[in-house]
Nanobody
């Protein structure tokens, strides 16, 4: 099993920045890919960004050029640097880890961007 704990969410004005962190514990050796998802009120959870075990990165179109995903394997941590935030980025952000068989999820951290 893998446990994930997110932090770093909060309230920020449009144009501002936040850095989310996700610390993994448990069977971290099994983790391959990690990702961030978000869920806005009344909407389905959507994928935001992913980073593979070889540190290749992928982004949803609306966050390209504004968000950066990174990982520190020594700290079992994945980050999401979010710049130029927009009100439409408001959501609960969830960390995801995958071991090719199972998905693990954190409890989420709220990001609110005011206009």
């Amino acid at each position: 099993q893998v446990q994930l704990v997110e932090s770093g969410g909060g309230l920020v004005q449009a144009g501002g920045s936040l850095r989310l962190s996700c610390v993994a514990s448990g069977s971290t050796f099994s983790i391959k890919h990690m990702a961030w998802y978000r869920q806005a009120p009344g909407k389905q959870r959507e994928w935001v960004a992913a980073i593979t075990s070889s540190t290749s990165t992928f982004y949803e179109d609306s966050v390209k050029g504004r968000f950066t995903i990174s990982r520190d394997n020594a700290k079992n941590t994945v980050y999401l640097q979010m710049n130029s935030l927009k009100p439409e980025d408001t959501a609960v952000y969830y960390c995801n880890a995958n071991d090719y068989v199972r998905d693990f999820w954190g409890q989420g951290t709220q990001v609110t961007v005011s206009s």
